[in-house]
Nanobody, 116 residues
């Protein structure tokens, strides 16, 4: 079955960096686009980043452009989100997502807290 396991979250000061990872299994990873979403308390879940199967096309929410970079290692079935210049408003639970054969799958998420 499809499984997505996020890791790499934590507490970081404003201006700091974190690298999130999402390990995937149960599907042919290198043929599916992957996405990162986040959800802050009291807010709706929002799309943060998208990466196509080969990793050549990426798209980002305006709020993170120039600060976040998504990448993937198809040999390791893992997608990454490098987050730089973090702001308090980036505080959220971060999820990776994949849609396989018409069904969407989420991981459990990893918490990112940006605070001094």
């Amino acid at each position: 079955q499809v499984q997505l396991v996020e890791s790499g979250g934590g507490l970081v000061q404003p201006g700091g960096s974190l690298r999130l990872s999402c390990a995937a299994s149960g599907f042919t990873f290198n043929t599916y686009a992957m996405s990162w979403y986040r959800q802050a308390p009291g807010k709706e879940r929002e799309l943060v980043a998208f990466i196509d199967p080969p990793g050549g096309y990426k798209n980002y929410a305006d709020s993170v452009k120039g600060r976040f970079t998504s990448s993937r290692d198809n040999a390791k079935n893992t997608v990454y989100l490098q987050m730089n210049s973090l702001k308090p408003e980036d505080t959220a639970l971060y999820y990776c997502y994949v849609r396989v054969l018409g069904t969407g799958y989420w991981g459990l998420g990893t918490q990112v807290t940006v605070s001094s």
